[in-house]
């Protein structure tokens, strides 16, 4: 895909949170949920926890970046929304990687994991 969809809206954002999966670890938590399009929606969250707005944004794209380098292991079809967590500011690109495939397996996301 050239370019990733986001999720903008409050409600799409609430909607996983009450009805999606969930998978956390040290660094962020996973939520995701089937959607009938047919490609993948992303929304990230960081919080004023975290710091400030440039601690925050560079996380986020981080995030983005991992997200965008392993999107062809990652099945199409999917709601997914990243939240960070305080331990995400001072990870390691390497960690944060690491993190986020282990828990997308958790939730049955990579091409070949079980569901």
């Not at 999606?20 to 490609?39: F, T």
């Not at 999107?71 to 079809?77: A, M, S, T, W």
């Not at 001072?90 to 997308?104: C, D, G, I, V």
């Amino acid at each position: 895909m050239d370019h990733t969809v986001s999720l903008k809206l409050n409600h799409e954002f609430r909607r996983l949170y009450a009805k999606g999966k969930s998978a956390v670890n040290p660094c962020m938590a996973v939520y995701c949920r089937k959607n009938r399009l047919g490609y993948n929606r992303l929304g990230f969250t960081t919080g004023t926890k975290l710091g400030k707005a440039v601690v925050r944004n560079r996380v986020r794209r981080r995030l983005r970046e991992i997200y965008r380098t392993n999107e062809d292991k990652i099945r199409p079809g999917y709601d997914i929304v990243v939240v960070a967590r305080v331990r995400a500011c001072h990870s390691r690109y390497a960690e944060l990687q690491r993190q986020f495939l282990r828990t997308a397996d958790k939730l049955g996301l990579l091409i070949g994991s079980g569901t």
